[in-house]
């Protein structure tokens, strides 16, 4: 048989009743990705709002921060569910890991999020982290692409060393509406430091709250940005898998929205890209969280849903749809 018949013909199932191709024998219709990712940082606001002082110390986790982000790896562990973390490696300083141990042992993947959340658009040295600006001898002497590297190196090496953890994909701090494109450079970067993957695209949307809470224009614009979050592949090969809006610091921090609002914003959010067999990529910070939802109300509302239509849609890291992307 060409190759080229057997092409069409597979193409023109799509348009065959379902009932006729599986007669024919065809795959299943494609289901829906869900990613659930939690990144491990400090975030600024929390826990109270006048904390600004973890953008100089953002791996500093407070001992809140760290049981819920265990909690909510036992949640999804005992639901058969596997969550995708991104670490800040200045964690690995910390004298007690014994939290991110079990987290890695439940099964949890475990990314790179740099060692210091440096910013990977930063022009000079000093603009990549708070912590260089107001400690600039960290830095001195080094050039922006030398902080960088360094950055994401050593946190591969620290998780490796402290915690015998291979770490699992890269998400820059900070999500950009148009990623990596516009920077062939940092891509060409993350290849050769052994990253396969990225996620780094943040697409726009709207998110404002007014008195009477958080509009359907508002729900609309999150719900219709699922599809500027799909995954693709750079020129340079490097595959991005892109943050799902809405984040929990964009809607709870920077937009003072409820949870009943989060949760609902993130439930149209699914079965959207449950009906349209898309991927979705859920974003969260516990140090956030753990204030805003302490009874992980988000997590076990995405985990029921996706359960519910098992047929159509399933819960994945981040790897496993990386590797779907041609
Ligand atoms: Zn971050």
Same mark, same amino acid.
């Given at each position: 048989?060409?190759?080229?018949?057997?092409?069409?013909?597979?193409?023109?199932?799509?348009?065959?009743?379902?009932?006729?191709?599986?007669?024919?024998?065809?795959?299943?219709?494609?289901?829906?990705?869900?990613?659930?990712?939690?990144?491990?940082?400090?975030?600024?606001?929390?826990?109270?709002?006048?904390?600004?002082?973890?953008?100089?110390?953002?791996?500093?986790?407070?001992?809140?921060?760290?049981?819920?982000?265990?909690?909510?790896?036992?949640?999804?562990?005992?639901?058969?569910?596997?969550?995708?973390?991104?670490?800040?490696?200045?964690?690995?300083?910390?004298?007690?890991?014994?939290?991110?141990?079990?987290?890695?042992?439940?099964?949890?993947?475990?990314?790179?999020?740099?060692?210091?959340?440096?910013?990977?658009?930063?022009?000079? $040295?000093?603009?990549?982290?708070?912590?260089?600006?107001?400690?600039?001898?960290?830095?001195?002497?080094?050039?922006?692409?030398?902080?960088?590297?360094?950055?994401?190196?050593?946190?591969?090496?620290?998780?490796?060393?402290?915690?015998?953890?291979?770490?699992?994909?890269?998400?820059?701090?900070?999500?950009?509406?148009?990623?990596?494109?516009?920077? $062939?450079?940092?891509?060409?970067?993350?290849?050769?430091?052994?990253?396969?993957?990225?996620?780094?695209?943040?697409?726009?949307?709207?998110?404002?709250?007014?008195?009477?809470?958080?509009?359907?224009?508002?729900?609309?614009?999150?719900?219709?940005?699922?599809?500027?979050?799909?995954?693709?592949?750079?020129?340079?090969?490097?595959?991005?898998?892109?943050?799902?809006?809405?984040?929990?610091?964009?809607?709870?921090?920077?937009?003072?929205?409820?949870?009943?609002?989060?949760?609902?914003?993130?439930?149209?959010?699914?079965?959207?890209?449950?009906?349209?067999?898309?991927?979705?990529?859920?974003?969260?910070?516990?140090?956030?969280?753990?204030?805003?939802?302490?009874?992980?109300?988000?997590?076990?509302?995405?985990?029921?849903?996706?359960?519910?239509?098992?047929?159509?849609?399933?819960?994945?890291?981040?790897?496993?749809?990386?590797?779907?992307?041609?």
């Amino acid at each position: 048989m060409t190759r080229y018949p057997r092409r069409r013909f597979v193409t023109g199932l799509a348009s065959t009743p379902l009932l006729l191709r599986q007669a024919l024998g065809a795959q299943p219709a494609k289901k829906a990705q869900i990613a659930i990712t939690y990144d491990l940082e400090m975030s600024r606001n929390y826990p109270t709002r006048k904390n600004i002082e973890w953008d100089y110390r953002k791996g500093d986790l407070d001992e809140a921060t760290k049981k819920y982000s265990l909690e909510a790896a036992r949640i999804a562990a005992k639901a058969g569910v596997k969550l995708h973390f991104f670490l800040v490696g200045r964690v690995l300083e910390q004298q007690d890991i014994a939290w991110l141990e079990e987290i890695h042992e439940l099964g949890h993947p475990i990314g790179n999020h740099t060692y210091d959340h440096v910013y990977l658009l930063a022009r000079t $040295p000093t603009e990549t982290q708070f912590r260089f600006t107001r400690s600039p001898w960290l830095v001195k002497g080094k050039t922006v692409p030398q902080i960088l590297r360094e950055n994401i190196r050593l946190t591969q090496i620290a998780m490796k060393q402290r915690a015998g953890i291979e770490q699992n994909g890269f998400r820059t701090p900070g999500g950009f509406n148009t990623g990596l494109t516009e920077r $062939p450079d940092i891509q060409a970067m993350l290849l050769e430091l052994g990253f396969k993957w990225v996620s780094s695209v943040y697409p726009n949307h709207l998110a404002k709250r007014t008195e009477q809470g958080v509009s359907e224009e508002v729900f609309d614009s999150i719900v219709k940005a699922q599809a500027d979050a799909q995954p693709f592949k750079y020129e340079s090969g490097l595959i991005e898998v892109p943050m799902s809006p809405i984040s929990d610091v964009n809607a709870f921090r920077s937009n003072l929205w409820t949870l009943d609002e989060f949760v609902k914003a993130t439930s149209l959010s699914i079965k959207e890209v449950i009906q349209n067999q898309m991927t979705f990529d859920f974003l969260c910070h516990p140090s956030c969280l753990v204030i805003e939802d302490p009874q992980h109300v988000t997590l076990k509302t995405m985990i029921d849903l996706v359960k519910s239509n098992a047929d159509k849609a399933a819960i994945t890291p981040i790897d496993r749809i990386a590797e779907t992307v041609k």
